[in-house]
């Protein structure tokens, strides 16, 4: 995996679960503080796009209303509910924050996400068959996963992904490509599908119904408009997601590799399978401070608006321990998956070079 | 015959119509996932129709030791029965600590509910409330709990005991059984260490029908024994209390007697090899404490609590420990208040521990 003695592994994990224990016990009124103006800023959101998408026939309202309700879908699903629902907040014990009641506004069930995710796909990030994020179970998004004919529409797929985020994410649970494969039936899952159903219904129906019924005659433009704020959502999430683990230099795993990993290796793992975005103040909260994706990974229970004080000691780990430290604006880091997305599209070719190996700094000498 | 009246909050027309609103099943659809208390926190903390919350209207400070707060609870707390205890929730530090207090004010009182909080030395809450309490101060109301209650219909003659900060539901009592005309003599017994100490004395003893004594048992007054009750036979006694004064009360008296004792619970944090019980409130089973985290010996004593990493991410395992006190294998930090969530994969047990699985 890396050039790393296990040893120096393991003062890496070391030197990590220090920083992480020196930020929990910094923990207090100053975070509670940061995300209850973040949700009074989402819910104000919510409320006034609500209300002008209520007078969407006039054009400026609608533009208004839309940009207002997708930045309200935005930061509850991103810098609110995904943080919430990793534990960043359980430590104030504020049920309201709590991140097993903690539920979003979007079509996936919270329980079910918290299984995929918070488990799943945090315990085995970027191991190629036990994390389910790699390609969602639609796309080729490495080169160990077989070619098949149906991955030349990858660049469809990833597009109908992207506009359709947030059904992407609440079926993922179902793992359609084990039902696909025979290993599972659509009945081994049925509980999951009641949920699914359960919460999409409500969400639909609020979304494309009762809100629309409440305008009378300007329905259609309310309609119109939440399902705009919800396209937006979803591809913005798409992008911020998809700039977490797929750009190039971004490292995958197999099950062999990870099967005794100490404390320190899976940190190590965790560094190496994620990618940050660099951007302004807004852009990191916007972006859940899953722009900070190295340290999310790290520290996932940790509050995320604390993710970039902590990249400054990250980062000048990375460099003592010879790591990468993978990081990029949004247009390069994109760019780059949207050509993996195209590229992994094609069968592997003989002797054609896989991905472009990333640049790695000269590991400094290290006292064992 | 006295009989208790009904709990119940007298709402102005308007605002139960406009709390049945806001509770309806359409505007749940709209306001959905969060609820409608998400929203109207924002506008007033104490808005919120589904969650009981109170502001603090006024502070006063009785004695050195002690605090009183007087609460006006939003309309989404059901009220209580004199004697009983409210769990009561306030921020600290970003923190929400929950304790448990019996209010002091009278049942019939639905607009104002009264706390008197004694300081102890090293109580995080007590010594906050007492240094900081202010007026506009939110608080967060549990329901109320306890069998330290009257009898509903109320008993022709009555003894009530009361020490140190025991006070509170006695004094409740006293009020609820003024506000309800009751007309009969009531003997009221009070100890405290020193007359320093004496919490509401001016307002009991202004009381026309209530026979109050007050005792300073460090200045001389001594404490209760068999010669104080022997002139009270006859009547239904309630005692609250440390467990000395309970101890007293129940060796001299043999008539009807309802007792409530105070004691913080006592959490006993032990080395690294700790010796104890683990118990499963849910499931009514217990294990003494053996090798491994929580996690694993739950397990082993045949339980499946859910889990995911078992390495502390994933919060999968997280559950909520009533008492006791465990340690984080990961940080060495103790946790040892009551009703708190920990993760079960990264704690190991401090002492005895009991959870809700």
Not at chain 2, 15 to 25: P, T
């Amino acid at each position: 995996m890396t050039h790393l003695t296990d040893q120096q592994t393991e003062a890496l994990g070391r030197e990590l679960d220090e920083l992480r224990n020196r930020v929990i016990a910094d923990l207090g009124e100053r975070d509670v503080r940061y995300i209850r103006n973040v949700i009074k800023a989402q819910r104000g959101l919510e409320i006034s796009g609500r209300a002008l998408l209520e007078f969407g026939f006039l054009p400026p309202a609608w533009v208004g209303g839309v940009a207002a309700l997708s930045l309200s879908k935005i930061l509850d699903n991103m810098e609110i509910g995904h943080n919430v629902m990793h534990g960043q907040y359980d430590w104030t014990r504020d049920p309201g924050l709590d991140s097993k009641r903690f539920e979003w506004d979007t079509a996936c069930p919270g329980d079910q996400w918290r299984h995929s995710h918070n488990y799943m796909h945090h315990t085995h990030t970027n191991v190629l068959g036990k994390d389910r994020d790699i390609g969602y179970g639609v796309l080729r998004m490495s080169e160990d996963q077989p070619w098949r004919k149906r991955d030349l529409g990858n660049p469809l797929h990833a597009a109908l992904l992207a506009a359709l985020f947030e059904w992407g994410v609440a079926v993922h649970d179902l793992e359609v490509e084990r039902i696909e494969a025979g290993e599972i039936t659509l009945s081994d899952k049925r509980d999951i599908l009641q949920a699914i159903w359960r919460k999409g219904r409500r969400q639909v129906l609020k979304d494309y119904v009762a809100f629309p019924l409440l305008a009378g005659p300007g329905a259609p433009f309310t309609f119109a408009g939440n399902l705009s704020a919800n396209l937006i959502r979803n591809v913005w999430s798409y992008m911020i997601i998809f700039c977490g683990h797929f750009p190039a230099g971004v490292e995958e795993f197999s099950e062999q590799e990870v099967e005794h990993e100490s404390r320190g290796g899976w940190y190590l793992r965790q560094m190496l399978g994620s990618a940050n975005l660099t951007g302004s103040r807004l852009f990191h909260i916007l972006s859940g401070n899953l722009s900070h994706q190295i340290e999310h990974h790290l520290f996932p229970d940790i509050p995320a608006h604390r993710y970039a004080e902590i990249a400054v000691e990250v980062r000048e780990i990375c460099e003592r321990y010879g790591l990468p430290y993978n990081t990029g604006p949004l247009s390069t880091q994109f760019g780059s998956v949207v050509r993996k997305i195209f590229r992994l599209a094609l069968p592997p070719r003989e002797g054609r070079s896989r991905e472009p190996a990333a640049t790695e700094p000269e590991p400094l000498a290290l006292a064992a | 015959m006295y009989t208790m009246s009904a709990i119940t909050h007298p709402l102005p027309n308007r605002r139960a119509r406009s709390s049945k609103l806001l509770g309806s099943r359409f505007v749940d659809l709209l306001v959905g996932p969060h609820g409608i208390d998400r929203y109207l926190e924002l506008v007033r903390p104490t808005m919120t129709v589904r969650d009981a919350r109170a502001e603090v209207v006024a502070v006063r400070r009785q004695t050195p030791r002690s605090v009183t707060l007087t609460l006006r609870p939003n309309t989404a707390f059901k009220g209580f029965r004199a004697g009983q205890f409210v769990r009561v929730g306030l921020e600290i530090d970003g923190v929400r600590r929950t304790r448990t207090y019996s209010p002091a004010s009278s049942q019939h009182a639905t607009d104002e509910l009264e706390l008197t909080i004694t300081v102890h030395p090293d109580g995080l809450v007590s010594r906050h409330l007492q240094a900081g309490a202010a007026p506009n101060a939110v608080v967060h109301l549990g329901d109320a709990a306890g069998d330290f209650v009257l009898p509903s219909e109320r008993p022709d003659r009555l003894l009530l005991i009361s020490g140190g900060s025991g006070i509170t539901p006695v004094m409740s009592m006293l009020r609820t059984l003024r506000d309800e005309g009751y007309d009969n003599e009531i003997a009221f017994l009070h100890y405290a260490r020193t007359a320093a100490d004496w919490l509401y004395r001016a307002e009991v003893e202004a009381m026309p029908r209530v026979r109050a004594t007050f005792v300073a048992t460090r200045e001389g007054g001594g404490h209760i024994d068999a010669s104080a009750l022997a002139e009270h036979e006859g009547a239904h006694a309630a005692v609250c209390g440390p467990p000395a004064l309970l101890d007293a009360v129940r060796a001299g008296w043999d008539g009807p007697l309802l007792t409530e004792t105070f004691t913080a619970p006592s959490v006993t944090v032990t080395g690294a090899a700790a010796q104890g019980t683990v118990r499963f409130l849910r499931t009514g089973r217990e294990a003494p404490i053996s090798e491994g985290t929580l996690l694993e010996q739950i397990e082993a004593a045949g339980l499946s609590p859910e889990f995911g990493c078992r390495m502390g991410i994933c919060h999968t395992c997280t559950c909520r420990k009533i008492a006791g006190a465990v340690r984080d294998i990961r940080t060495g930090e103790v946790f040892d208040e009551e009703d708190e969530d920990i993760q079960l994969c990264v704690s190991v047990p401090a002492g005895d521990v009991a959870l809700e699985i």
